[in-house]
């Protein structure tokens, strides 16, 4: 009979690629670990980027089982190592760095998405031919900035939630955000 080689998944905290028994990490979180991009989560034991103190799971409190490596990690094999650092927390948690947003269609129908990168995102919109939103006049309607990845698709899920359930608060919000980009000046925002 053909036995499978027991396999797990990539030490990587939100990695779920299945890897060999004896690895530690799927090829590619392999690489940045090699590049010391990566390293251990103080108490999860699992790897996160460096540029954060905690995984995310940790960092947001939720409740993980801890992580040892099958077989022990070799010594890594660099002379320069990048370190965690507070400064990044200031420039990178903290920054502005993602956008939720809402477009209203010509006919009427509202879009939620979030996105890094507005301009690229809604230009993209604007250039789509095959896609179903295509030719359908995409118009922002309101912006919201988040500071990170989890507190868009957070906040993203709530209001898709409530254009299901509630789409008149949905047009309250709009038309309140609508009313503060009036006062600041800014009439052709969309
Ligand atoms: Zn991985
Ligand atoms: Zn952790």
């Not at 993980?64 to 002379?79: D, E, L, R």
Request: with cysteine; hydrophobic share 30%.
């Amino acid at each position: 009979m053909f036995r499978r080689r027991h396999r797990h998944n990539c030490g990587y905290w939100d990695c779920d690629k299945r890897i060999p028994e004896d690895d530690f990490l799927c090829a590619e979180h392999y690489q940045s670990w090699a590049e010391g991009v990566i390293d251990r989560c103080p108490k999860c034991g699992r790897f996160k980027d460096i540029m954060y103190r905690l995984c995310l799971d940790c960092y947001f409190g939720r409740k993980v089982a801890q992580w040892q490596p099958p077989g022990g990690i070799p010594p890594q094999k660099q002379n320069y190592r990048v370190e965690y650092s507070d400064a990044w927390v200031d420039g990178y948690m903290r920054s502005d760095k993602f956008f939720i947003f809402i477009l209203e269609f010509d006919d009427g129908g509202l879009y939620v998405g979030h996105t890094a990168d507005l301009t690229s995102q809604l230009s993209g919109y604007k250039k789509q031919k095959e896609s179903a939103n295509a030719g359908r006049n995409p118009r922002l309607q309101y912006v919201q900035m988040v500071a990170t990845k989890e507190a868009a698709e957070l906040r993203e899920a709530e209001l898709k939630k409530l254009l299901g359930s509630n789409p008149e608060q949905v047009h309250l919000m709009i038309a309140d955000f609508r009313g503060r980009m009036h006062e600041l000046g800014y009439e052709e925002y969309a």
